[in-house]
């Protein structure tokens, strides 16, 4: 059964069971995820690589009929569905099993794919498309995001981040909590800013800078400063987007401590850790123990306050500072 993406209310969570979620628009797909699916499997949710489970059925049709009182119903989220996976997706039908929706996310699916067909002409499974957005939509969505931060912006200058962009939704919500990140004590961003903030498509994203200084990754990190030129909002951000990160690798040490497999707190986490960062973020808990990343916590948010007190110093800063903790 084909549904389009406006039309959710159609869906019956105690009827339908099963749904791939094809196209080429993964920020409105996670945008639907997010806040259709989650709040209703609080933390049963469990994400697979369509590889993963055909390298190994056996195991995971175990993962995903093994019932507890605390575990009733589950959440199943297959990345990078192809094809391939049209077998498993038939015999999940067979079994019947209760409690258990499974969202498939592929890419762009041409008309004669398995999977479309499957899905498109099965009464019991719903197939939803999602196309790239148009700019009216992109705009729609950050007016309502400025909107609901009671922040003061411009037509022009949220075109000019619709513009920058590119199409994509996921874009968007990048530069959106970009600029987020930014704007916490202020109630107005000007044009000037917007093109300081969302520029970085230039450089290394701040994100990778972050994601090695946690790694330790040194050699890569000096070749990241070495090739960029950041500006005291980026430096700013850039210990902001570390504040978060290290958080979350607070949070899971603190799980690890209570003797819980950090591949399961990974896959569980809240709000969900994307595919392709799993790796990375289980590298950067090896490297931190719980102690070393409160104190690393508390080193971030002095940096943050030095930074404003010393702009013409900030690049000197936070690079001393992110090659001094991935050396440490």
Do not use: H
Not at 49 to 56: P, Q
Not at 117 to 137: G, L
């Amino acid at each position: 059964m084909i549904i389009k993406s406006f039309e959710l209310n159609k869906i019956n969570l105690n009827k339908n069971s099963i749904f791939l979620l094809y196209g080429e628009n993964e920020g409105f797909k996670n945008d639907i995820i997010k806040n259709y699916f989650y709040n209703k499997f609080s933390n049963n949710i469990y994400r697979y690589e369509e590889k993963e489970i055909l390298n190994d059925q056996e195991i995971f049709f175990n993962s995903i009929m093994s019932k507890s009182f605390f575990d009733k119903k589950k959440l199943i989220i297959i990345l990078r569905a192809s094809d391939k996976i049209i077998n498993i997706v038939e015999t999940i039908i067979e079994k019947n099993i209760e409690d258990i929706k499974i969202i498939i996310n592929s890419g762009i699916l041409d008309k004669k794919s398995k999977i479309r067909v499957f899905f498109e002409k099965n009464k019991n499974t719903i197939a939803i498309p999602f196309y790239a957005d148009n700019n009216q939509t992109l705009s729609s969505i950050a007016n309502n995001f400025f909107k609901e931060k009671q922040k003061l912006i411009s037509q022009q200058t949220i075109n000019l981040i619709v513009e920058r962009s590119r199409g994509d939704r996921q874009n968007l919500n990048n530069e959106l909590t970009k600029i987020e990140n930014y704007i916490l004590n202020k109630k107005k961003i000007d044009m000037n800013e917007i093109l300081k903030l969302t520029n970085l498509a230039e450089n290394y994203d701040i994100s990778e800078l972050t994601d090695n200084c946690l790694s330790k990754n040194t050699n890569k990190i000096i070749r990241i400063l070495n090739e960029n030129n950041y500006s005291v909002e980026d430096c700013i951000l850039i210990t902001r987007n570390l504040l978060t990160k290290a958080k979350r690798i607070l949070k899971i040490q603190i799980e690890i401590n209570k003797n819980k497999k950090i591949d399961e707190i990974i896959s569980t986490y809240k709000p969900p850790i994307f595919w392709k960062d799993k790796e990375i973020v289980k590298k950067q808990a090896k490297c931190w123990s719980l102690k070393n990343i409160e104190n690393l916590i508390y080193k971030i948010n002095e940096i943050e306050l030095l930074i404003k007190t010393n702009s013409i110093n900030s690049v000197n800063i936070i690079s001393d500072f992110i090659i001094g903790q991935a050396k440490a």
